[in-house]
């Protein structure tokens, strides 16, 4: 399970260095795609197969479904991690994420997300308001 907050930074060669912890359940090869609320999402293998299987089983009538399509599958890239624990993130998903050379990775159960330093300290703080709001809901729907 990928949990956890980490900071690192970006490298003058657009590498990031994974936290030691994830490496060896993240695998050797990932893939590193949009993420929604301006981060990237990055996936193990195996947990992106699944993911993606669930993308291509969405029906194609509809527009809402082939623009989520089109967002996470074609944007989507296949990246080695080096010996080092490290990613070379692509010049087109560093600039849709706006990252700088601070950023965290976070683990969110089965993927990563990359975020600028400032958007996720941002992000936390919005987040961390509507904590209560958000168990609630999810209280009533039986969930917590």
């Known amino acids: 399970m990928l949990i956890g907050e980490y900071r690192h930074t970006v490298d003058a060669k657009k590498r990031v260095a994974l936290p030691a912890k994830f490496r060896k359940e993240i695998g050797r090869k990932v893939i590193i795609t949009h993420g929604f609320d301006s ?3 990055v996936y ?3 947990s992106w197969s699944e993911i993606a299987k669930k993308f291509a089983a969405l029906p194609m009538g509809q527009a809402d479904t082939r623009g989520l399509n089109r967002f996470m599958l ?3 890239v296949e990246v080695d991690v080096d010996s080092l624990g490290r990613i070379l993130i692509p010049d087109f998903l560093k600039s849709f994420a706006d990252l700088k050379s601070k950023v965290v990775i976070a683990g969110v159960y089965n993927r990563l997300e990359i975020w600028d330093d400032r958007r996720w300290r941002e992000y936390s703080d919005r987040i961390g308001k509507q904590a209560e709001t958000l168990a609630e809901r999810l209280g009533e729907e039986g969930i917590l």
Do not use: E, Y
Request: hydrophobic share 55%; charged share 10%.
């Open 39 to 41: 981060c990237l999402f």
């Open 74 to 76: 074609a944007g989507a």
């Open 44 to 46: 193990p293998l195996k």
